[in-house]
């Protein structure tokens, strides 16, 4: 069970001491400082000595930039829990795809949802279907164009061209979004 299997770790960070709680980075994990930028955590000495895994400190983890010392957690934090639940994280996958200029309808998170689908139904036989959020569009707020002014300069080089005024419009977390199922 995860917190509870004792495991050599050499840290050198000036605020270390014995009965903290800190972010544990055992040997095989993939740490991503920086969205681009990644280590995995090796089995390695230190100054002679065998560690298993690394002490994190907030930058190493990509929650900030400091580096000046370990990140402590509070003695409420529940030990053996994953860094990515006690800070409340959900898992994300990253797809990159290569997109050619003839492919517009995979231009946008739909089109490429559609396309995985099509493509596990037909090589894995799989029998999913693609679920889309339901929205709330209220149209009154898009027949109101008196706001913008669209001036098509060259019909032979843009034959059509639309626009929309979106109104009321509130920011804020983005659903969990579109399952395959």
Do not use: W
């Not at 209220?138 to 061209?161: A, E, Q, R, V």
Request: include cysteine; charge should be negative.
């Amino acid at each position: 069970m995860l917190g509870h299997e004792i495991v050599q770790i050499v840290c050198g960070a000036p605020n270390v001491k014995k009965g903290q709680k800190v972010i544990v980075a055992l040997v095989g994990t993939t740490l991503y400082p920086k969205p681009n930028d990644f280590f995995k955590i090796k089995k390695s000495k230190i100054r002679g000595v065998e560690s298993a895994g690394m002490i994190c400190a907030e930058d190493e983890i990509g929650l900030g930039d400091a580096h000046d010392g370990i990140m402590v957690l509070p003695d409420a934090a529940t030990t053996g829990m994953s860094a990515s639940s006690y800070f409340d994280i959900y898992k994300d996958v990253q797809l990159e795809i290569g997109l050619t200029p003839n492919r517009c309808d995979a231009m946008g998170h739909i089109g490429v949802a559609r396309d995985l689908k099509a493509y596990l139904n037909y090589h894995q036989e799989l029998k999913l279907d693609l679920i889309l959020p339901e929205t709330k569009l209220n149209t009154k707020n898009l027949t109101n164009i008196d706001s913008i002014k669209i001036d098509i300069t060259d019909f032979d080089l843009c034959p059509k061209y639309i626009g929309a005024v979106l109104s009321n419009v509130t920011v804020g977390p983005s659903p969990h979004g579109y399952k395959i199922i």
